[in-house]
């Protein structure tokens, strides 16, 4: 169960050691202006430091914050399809049956992700999967051992990278949940994830509701602990501030007019009606077949702790068939690490360069935006010095995006090509996504690796020079696919 208390293992604090002692920002190979590297999120940091914040974890909070603005939660409150006062995937058809069970494992992360992902392929007309926790867990490439995989806990960002990466999902009956390596192929492509931070609020979910209702179950976090369920009405509320999440779960629906009778038995009322429909990952025996009702005046359920991004909440924006392209061209295994910017400027250049495997013309490539109205460039080429612009936009909400170049890239068998974004930063946040190692003795956190002549980044196009000289086994999360 996800709130079993243990010790936090040695490593972990081993981590935050070996990250504090980490430069924030060096210019011993870059001109000016000199680089910057964003700060990690103090809740990652207190969870690894914290005894008390860092017992029972399964759901981590992420090391990197993603950053909504007000125009965003704004939209969602005056969407031109109104949000109902009730929703409810279930009844909709759009979550699978029944509800699987994380065992004793630290694994509610990796269950939640996974429903989140086949409610959003129910919502985009199915078909129904049974989609594969062990795998993401086993293959999801942070932490030393299997042991770490399955007792240290994750966050959805571990999710997003093994599935933009091709890596999964992959089928449940392929590879059941048994502790025990297995392979098998890949079912579907992830194309796009939203990710926002907790609320803020207690009636504050209108963002949260409208991505329900787009893109099927929402992965977020919560505070669970024994006491504070009604079992007979299998509705839960935590009255006070916690001072951590422990606990993954997904959202999918809602009430507003919910009883606020059904917490009766509990010491303690919420202050007024409405909750959330949530699916847990304790098998079917639990709650009312596995789900269970959370009042929207829960202190410690998908919300921001003031310690930063406790995780964030998740929606599988895009998902589409493995026909869609044909080679996924990409480093960073692990995705988002830790985020980059230049001091005094808003925008930064990245790329990427690969050698193509075969003819097949490039047509998009793939990046994280982590912050609400990010415009964005993406151009391709060559070489570093015959880039030309083949798309532009702005994020709406932060996550993963795969994007169509308006003018494919011709490429040669065995020739070299560069893809490249430009990100400006909407609220003086580093914008650019990068992976880089995190270890130290024998544990190592993130095993990121790089070489010279992978990722480059500049403050101007003409200006970007390799990564690794800057910050070593560092890459540039950057994908290219082709057609």
Known sequence: MTTARRSVPVFLVLILVVLAALPAAAGAATPDPQFQLGPLNPA????????????????????????????????AARADLPLPSAYDLIDLGRVTSPVKDQKQYETCWAFANTAALESAILSEQGPALDLSEDNLIRRSGYFSSKYDRYWSGGWDF????????????????????????QTGSVVKHVEGAAMIPGRSTDLGNDLIKQLVRDNGGLSVGMYMEDGYIDDATSSYFYPDTPDSENHGVVIVGWDDSYPVANFSSLDQEPAGPGAFLVRNSWGPGFGDNGYFWVSYYDRGFARDLGLGTYGGCTSYSAVADVTDYSRNYGYDKLGVTDTFGYVGRSSVWAANRFTAASVRSITAVGFYTLSSGTPYEVWAGRSLTTLTRRATGTSSLPGYATVKLDAPLGVTKGAPFVVAIKLTSPDGNQPLAIERFAGSGGEVFAPANARPGQSYVGAARGRMRDLTASIPRANVCLKAFAR
């Open 44 to 75: 990652f940091v207190e969870a690894l430091h914290d005894p008390i914040v860092g017992l029972g974890l399964g759901r981590m909070p992420s090391p990197v914050e993603v950053h909504v603005n007000a125009q965003a939660t704004m939209r």
């Open 158 to 181: 571990m999710a997003i990278a093994y599935y933009t990466r091709w890596a999964g999902p992959v089928s449940g009956t392929d590879d059941p949940y048994d502790y025990k390596a």
